[in-house]
């Protein structure tokens, strides 16, 4: 049987060849974007229906039915507690909870005089002085090597340390230490919390405890080694997203 190809000459045989290749190139990228796009799809909409059900006001409502009244009044006198960010939101709620349950409270701001609007704040309403502001800016290592080095010069042990302190930067800046902002505040400032805090947290051992406040805005992606975000096209919100993600 004769080979259709030998009708052609070579320069045509070659040009088909090219052709078919870049035919079977752009099948193949259009079917990689289009699964790309109905996996973004799916993870926004899976994440707006169990986002709903579980990350909003409804969603806690359902879930306090399951609180058991005698622990949500559980008294903590005596219990040393670090929650970072606590001069406003969940930071500064959390701090309230725990100074009406009578805790020695550690504020971690960045701003001192935010801090110190929030700590008269939530020792008048709770009645508890026991509540102390520590300055130190989260985006910096250096800074948290410092708190942590004159906070262990108190020699307590820490039986809570709350990480909520927590940034969504939508334009791209650089620290002084060389990462991205988001980067540093979200992944690298709560590990190096954590990190510095263990052994003041091993001395409560086993009362002990790490809360980290992450984001159901994680489920909307993936897991990437890409920390510092460093395609052309900067998304602050799909960076916070996967700062969120690496945390838990």
């Known amino acids: 049987m004769r080979n259709p190809m030998e009708e052609f000459p070579p320069q045509k045989t070659q040009k088909l060849q090219e052709t078919s290749v870049s035919v079977r190139l752009e099948l193949h990228l259009s079917v ?74 550690y504020m971690v701001c960045r701003n001192k005089e935010r801090g110190e609007a929030a700590q008269s704040k939530i020792q008048s309403n709770t ?16 800074d948290i090597k410092s708190f942590a080095s004159q906070f262990s010069s108190k020699d307590v042990p820490v039986h809570i340390l709350v990480n909520n302190a927590g940034l969504l930067e939508h334009n791209r800046i650089t620290t002084s230490e060389g990462f991205e902002l988001n980067f540093a505040v979200n992944v690298l400032g709560t590990y190096a919390m954590t990190e510095l805090m263990l052994p003041l947290l091993e001395k409560a051992a086993p009362d002990a405890r790490v809360i980290t406040v992450s984001s159901g805005g994680m489920y909307t992606t993936p897991l990437t080694k890409d920390l510092q975000f460093s395609e052309e096209n900067f998304n602050g919100v799909q960076q916070y997203s996967r700062n969120k993600r690496v945390q838990v």
């Not at 929650?83 to 725990?98: C, D, H, R």
């Open 127 to 142: 009645g508890n002085q026991n509540v102390h502001l520590e300055v130190c800016d989260l985006s910096s290592v250096s």
């Open 32 to 105: 990689g974007a289009l699964t790309m796009f109905l996996l973004k799809a799916w993870r926004q909409t899976a994440f707006g229906i169990y986002g709903y059900l579980n990350f909003t006001k409804s969603g806690f409502i359902e879930h306090s039915k399951q609180f058991k009244p005698e622990d949500t009044q559980t008294r903590i006198e005596g219990k040393n507690c670090i929650v970072t960010g606590a001069n406003s939101g969940i930071g500064f709620a959390t701090a309230e909870g725990l100074a009406s349950r009578g805790a020695n409270v």
